[in-house]
């Protein structure tokens, strides 16, 4: 799943959205958590990923069904 650096600091879901993206693996909270402790995240989006924009990434992974 596309993960896309919003302007105000947030972070969206879309494949097709515009803007520098990051994929990590679909409805894998561990991928999440290793890509955030890592700062691969933050590296591939070329900015800082707040706690806030975390935990809803956390949230909606959870929320998606395995592949």
Not at 2 to 9: E, K, L, P
Not at 44 to 57: G, M, P, Q
């Amino acid at each position: 799943m596309r993960v896309v650096a919003d302007g105000d600091g947030s972070v969206a879901i879309g494949r097709t959205l515009p803007g520098r993206g990051a994929w990590l693996c679909r409805a894998s909270t561990s991928c999440l958590d290793l890509a955030i402790r890592r700062h691969g995240l933050a590296r591939s989006l070329r900015t800082s990923v707040s706690a806030t924009a975390a935990a809803e990434l956390r949230s909606v992974l959870g929320a998606h069904p395995g592949p």
